[in-house]
């Protein structure tokens, strides 16, 4: 079966194509389905964004489309961040510039105040209407200083002390397991199993 993925994000994209390998989906990008994807997150939560777009998508593809909304939650910055993380700052500045922004602003934070946490909402959406929901979190806390050279977002800065390590610094299937997306899809993959029947 094919599935829109409602995101231009290349890595998360490759996120969700690891996490349902094995499965008989062909997991498309909007540019593959043949439509240019834009759509304004005025939601409030994670699920209303997730739901806004995986909507938008369903229907210029005319096929089932996932999306995510997700975002971290900074215990010291209550409500800066969350669903706003990936406009944090302003829409002018890319990862790199958000992670140096929450670094500035988490300067005299003391380690012990430092938690957060990356929660993730996924929507799936089918034509004629239906949708569902998959949600997923993860613990840790915020760096003083970027690790890591992979993922993506604010995974250099987040710590998790289980892993003694960064996300940025997990092999690929070990993020894929325990990240906030992470879990989420392992629930979209088990629900997405159980309606086929025998493995999608």
């Given at each position: 079966?094919?599935?829109?993925?409602?995101?231009?994000?290349?890595?998360?994209?490759?996120?969700?194509?690891?996490?349902?390998?094995?499965?008989?989906?062909?997991?498309?990008?909007?540019?593959?389905?043949?439509?240019?994807?834009?759509?304004?997150?005025?939601?409030?939560?994670?699920?209303?964004n997730a739901l806004i777009k995986a909507r938008a998508a369903c229907e210029a593809s005319g096929l089932p489309a996932l999306a995510d909304d997700s975002g971290v939650e900074v215990d010291a910055l209550p409500g800066e961040l969350g669903v706003r993380s990936a406009r944090f700052g302003g829409e002018g500045l890319n990862d790199s510039g958000r992670n140096a922004l929450l670094l500035e602003r988490m300067r005299d934070v003391p380690e012990a105040e430092r938690g957060a946490r990356y929660v993730c909402v996924l929507a799936y959406v089918k034509p004629g209407g239906w949708f569902g929901f998959f949600e997923g979190a993860l613990r840790g806390r915020i760096l003083r200083a970027p690790r890591g050279e992979g993922g993506f977002g604010y995974d250099p800065l987040m710590y998790l002390p289980e892993q003694n390590g960064a996300v940025s610094e997990l092999p690929i299937d070990l993020k894929n397991r325990i990240s906030h997306r992470g879990i989420a899809l392992a629930e979209f993959r088990a629900w997405l199993a159980r309606e086929a029947g025998d493995g999608a």
């Open positions: 079966m094919k599935i829109v993925l409602a995101s231009g994000n290349p890595g998360k994209a490759r996120e969700v194509r690891a996490a349902l390998e094995g499965m008989n989906v062909e997991l498309l990008l909007p540019d593959e389905a043949g439509f240019r994807f834009e759509v304004e997150e005025t939601g409030s939560t994670y699920a209303e």
